[in-house]
């Protein structure tokens, strides 16, 4: 009996040692300089971090900075919005618009129709005949003049009508181009009672304020366009907020229906003036991404953060920490095996956070290529 009993501890102590011997060869140790003991120590198999949805990360630098809370719109430049009028009133013949329609510039947008276009277009074709023989009496007379033929009481009646004539053809043809008629593509064939209403700019129509056979004034508001080629930011910064702010600082904003898209965009312009009844600054952004000018309509308002005294520090997703007790954890990498991690349970100081990270302000106890649990620390370390 006490020979087998010698020989079952013999076979233990064999196993024991055998296993020890396999796992340091398939163990892999990492960050040796983290102290470890039991209360530190926690082991998990890889199965079990897979199917938890665990993930490694690093500590890496995120810049971090103040954030200053403004509220303000989405706009465009004043040459970026048309009002569009006529100088010569008529009845709409044709409008075929709505809001919101995108437009190319010298697009049609509609046709007025008035008798006095014919009276124009009369008046200048008349005048371009008159012109023709003014113009070579008064170089005939100018030749007779100098030839000592002819009086220059004739010369200079001769001078007068053809200047007069060539005076009032200018006028005409400045007239006839306001209503989008050319003057060198006109003659007595192809004189019309209406005339095309054309689009100045690219854009999108914001307002229709006519109908078709309603007669339009002179200088009524008949359509308004807006470009948004350059859609930029207009926000207002509190006066004791504002010797923070400079030109390049980025601002983080969002729409108030979905603040969890974010867009970013950066300072271009400080305002100069103080609006004395909210105390405020005007400050205009532009957008660092252009493409995102399609998500947005000129009006629109939003809520923005602009960062001010950036800078770079190391840090980890707010995830990966874990507050027990105003004491902060994470969870770092030990060791490995072909089916286990060992991770350290280990204390961080924290500090600022921003944007989904956190500050680590003892980050320079840990080595550079560290593995840090990311995401499903808080089930570890609960």
């Given at each position: 009996m006490k020979f087998h009993k010698i020989t079952l501890s013999i076979v233990l102590l064999t196993i024991f040692i055998f296993s020890c011997g396999e796992q340091t060869?398939?163990?892999?140790?990492?960050?040796?300089?983290?102290?470890?003991?039991?209360?530190n120590l926690i082991k998990i198999t890889k199965e079990q971090f897979n199917t938890s949805g665990m993930k490694?990360?690093?500590i890496t630098?995120?810049?971090?900075?103040?954030?200053?809370?403004?509220a303000g719109m989405l706009d465009v430049p004043p040459e970026y919005k048309v009002a569009v009028s006529v100088f010569y009133g008529g009845t709409v013949k044709n409008v075929n618009l709505l809001e919101g329609k995108k437009v190319r510039k010298g697009d049609v947008l509609f046709v007025l129709q008035n008798p006095k276009y014919i009276e124009m277009q009369q008046n200048y074709l008349t005048a371009k005949a008159k012109l023709s023989y003014l113009k070579s009496e008064f170089e005939r007379q100018k030749i007779l003049l100098k030839d000592n033929v002819t009086s220059k009481k004739k010369y200079l009646k001769a001078e007068s009508e053809?200047?007069?004539?060539?005076?009032?053809?200018?006028a005409l043809d400045k007239e006839l181009r306001l209503i989008n008629i050319v003057p060198e593509h006109l003659d007595y064939s192809n004189i019309r009672?209406?005339?095309?209403?054309?689009?100045?700019?690219s854009g999108n129509i914001t307002k229709v304020n006519i109908t078709k056979g309603q007669y339009l004034d002179p200088n009524s508001v008949a359509v308004e366009i807006v470009s948004t080629e350059h859609i930029h930011l207009e926000l207002k910064v509190f006066e004791k907020d504002i010797n923070k702010i400079h030109k390049g600082q980025t601002i983080i904003f969002s729409l108030p229906d979905n603040n969890k898209q974010q867009y970013k965009a950066e300072v271009f312009l400080v305002g100069k003036a103080v609006d004395v009844t909210d105390r405020t600054i005007n400050v205009h952004g532009h957008l660092k991404n252009e493409k995102d000018k399609l998500h947005f309509i000129p009006g629109m308002y939003i809520q923005a953060e602009i960062q001010v005294n950036e800078e770079e520090s190391y840090a980890l997703p707010s995830d990966a920490i874990v507050n027990v007790e105003n004491n902060y954890f994470i969870l770092v990498k030990k060791s490995s095996t072909d089916n286990f991690y060992n991770f350290n349970?280990?204390?961080v100081k924290v500090g600022r956070v921003n944007n989904g990270f956190t500050e680590i302000l003892n980050a320079n106890q840990f080595e550079d290529t560290a593995?840090?649990?990311?995401?499903?620390?808080?089930?570890?370390i609960f």
């Open positions: 060869s398939n163990e892999t140790v990492m960050n040796s300089n983290i102290p470890e003991s039991g209360e490694l990360g690093k630098k995120q810049t971090f900075s103040e954030r200053i809370q403004v053809y200047l007069t004539i060539l005076a009032q053809m200018e009672s209406y005339v095309s209403v054309k689009s100045p700019i349970k280990f204390q593995e840090v649990v990311i995401e499903g620390a808080f089930n570890l």
